[in-house]
């Protein structure tokens, strides 16, 4: 059996059996709404650059470790090229030059994405 309840009519039972003015009341829930409004809002976005904080931070460590590896597969690759892979100067020079703005691009669009200006 489902109960259904008018919560409306229910309050102003109850606003009438205490004797409470409803327009007195109704004018002061007004003012509390909207102060609880702004203030739902001002957690509302504090929370939201919080989260954006912390993923910047998560981005930015992944985009740290990956330069680092970058780094270290370009000096492998660049020590054992005459050993192990013999690759001719211009072939090397377009690998490290394509994988080098690979990894700055990545790093510039998400500073850009993550640290938004207003301009």
């Known amino acids: 059996m489902i109960i259904m309840v008018d919560y409306y009519k229910l309050i102003q039972e109850i606003k009438k059996s205490q004797n409470i003015e409803p327009q007195s009341e109704a004018q002061g829930s007004e003012q509390d709404l909207s102060e609880s409004l702004s203030s739902k809002k001002e957690r509302q976005e504090l929370k939201h650059k919080n989260n954006k904080h912390e993923l910047a931070v998560e ?61």
Do not use: D, P, R
């Not at 492998?76 to 192990?84: D, I, K, R, S, V």
């Not at 001719?88 to 998400?110: C, M, P």
């Open 59 to 119: 981005i930015y460590k992944k985009l740290f470790w990956a330069i680092c590896v970058y780094i270290l597969l370009v000096f492998f690759l660049l020590t054992g090229n005459e050993h192990y892979f013999q690759l001719k100067g211009s072939v090397l020079i377009a690998l490290l030059s394509t994988t080098t703005a690979n990894i700055l691009g990545v790093f510039y669009i998400a500073s850009k994405w993550l640290y938004e200006t207003n301009e």
